[in-house]
C-alpha cells in the first residue's frame, strides 16, 4: 500500500484503487470538500505524474476518457484549485510521492490496463440529493428529476414561467460552463426534440452563473445527472447478421479470436518495456517473470 498525506488531502493507494480524500485546509476548495471522498478503480486510470517545483510539486491523475462522469460534463473545465485529480505536494514529500507514481504506474503495466477511452463510466458521480444554489437560480436533483428555481435576480421572460421540473428521460445532454472574463457561465440541460440557442440568460432549462463562490458546486449536479444519462460512446446492441453469426467451424456459442497485426504488435512492445522496467530495477525478479508469463499467455 502506498499512502501520502498532505494539507491538501489524503491519496492512499491499495494495488486496486485509488482513494482520494480532500484536506481539511481552508485552502481546500468548497468544490472538493463537498465532493467528498473518491474512490477511484485501477481500470479508469490512463496514467499518473509527479511534477517538482521550488516550494511544493503537484501530482495528478489522468482519467481514460468516458470514466467519469464529472470530467465528461465539465469538459475539462474544471481549474486547478477544484480538480479532484491533483494534490499539492509539499517540497519534504517528494519521496513519498514519486514513490506512489512508481506503484500505481507498476500496478497499471501488470494489470495492462489500457489507457484508451471507455463506453461506461467508471465512477457513480455525486451522491444524490443534491441542491445548489448560484447565479440566478437553484438546481436540485433527487436522481430522477431536476428542478430549476428562480430568484430575484432572474431576468423577468425567464423567471415568469416560474419553476422547472426536468425528468432525466427527457434531459438529451447537460454543459456546466464557468464564468470567464466578462462572459458569465452555465449549467444547461439540453431537452430531447427542444434545441434551443438562446442565451443562459433568458433559457429556461439553464441557470446563469457570474463568476461567484458556489459557481463550482453547479459542476457536481451536472455530473450527478450525467452519470444518469446513457454514456456518450456506448453503441446501441445490434444482433448480428445470420450470415456473420458464426465463423466456419467453430461450434455453436464460440468466439472467434481476432486476426494477428496490431495486436501482435502491442505486446511485443509491452515485452520490451517490461525488459527496460526490469533493467532499471522498476520490477523485481518475480514481478518480471509473471509480467512476462501473462503477455506471452496472450500472444
Not at 153 to 175: H, L, N, P, Q, Y
Request: glycine fraction near 10%; aromatic fraction near 6%.
Amino acid at each position: 500500500m502506498a499512502e501520502i498525506i498532505q494539507r491538501d488531502g489524503t491519496w492512499v493507494f491499495d494495488g486496486d484503487a485509488l482513494r482520494l480524500t480532500p484536506g481539511r485546509d481552508r485552502n481546500v476548495s468548497l468544490l472538493r470538500r463537498t465532493l467528498g471522498e473518491l474512490t477511484v478503480p485501477l481500470g479508469a486510470l490512463a496514467g499518473v505524474s509527479f511534477e517538482q517545483g521550488k516550494k511544493a510539486g503537484r501530482l495528478r491523475l489522468r482519467l481514460r476518457d468516458g470514466a467519469d462522469p464529472l470530467l465528461q460534463s465539465t469538459g475539462g473545465r474544471l481549474t486547478e484549485p477544484h480538480d479532484p485529480y491533483q494534490l499539492s505536494v509539499e517540497s519534504d514529500r517528494y519521496g513519498v510521492a514519486e514513490y506512489l507514481v512508481d506503484e500505481v504506474r507498476r500496478a497499471l503495466l501488470l494489470d495492462g490496463v489500457p489507457a484508451g477511452p471507455v463506453d461506461a463510466y467508471l465512477l457513480p458521480g455525486p451522491s444524490v440529493p443534491l441542491s445548489v444554489s448560484a447565479g440566478d437560480g437553484t438546481a436540485s436533483f433527487d436522481g430522477e428529476r431536476v428542478r430549476l428555481e428562480w430568484n430575484w435576480k432572474t431576468e423577468e421572460s425567464k423567471a415568469s414561467a416560474g419553476a422547472r421540473s426536468i425528468g432525466v428521460a427527457d434531459i438529451e445532454g447537460v454543459e456546466w460552463q464557468p464564468a470567464v472574463g466578462l462572459e458569465n457561465g452555465c449549467l444547461r440541460f439540453r431537452l430531447r426534440h427542444a434545441p434551443t440557442k438562446a442565451p443562459a440568460k433568458y433559457d429556461p432549462n439553464a441557470v446563469e452563473l457570474w463568476g461567484f463562490k458556489k459557481d463550482p458546486l453547479m459542476a457536481l449536479v451536472a455530473a450527478a445527472v450525467q452519470a444518469r444519462l446513457p454514456h456518450p460512446a456506448a453503441v446501441p446492441e445490434e444482433a448480428p447478421p445470420p450470415s456473420a453469426s458464426l465463423a466456419p467451424g467453430l461450434p455453436s456459442g464460440a468466439v472467434p479470436s481476432p486476426a494477428p497485426g496490431h495486436d501482435h504488435d502491442a505486446l511485443l512492445r509491452r515485452l520490451r518495456e517490461l525488459g527496460e522496467l526490469h533493467r532499471d530495477g522498476v520490477l523485481t525478479d518475480d514481478e518480471f517473470a509473471l509480467a512476462k508469463q501473462a503477455v506471452l499467455h496472450r500472444m
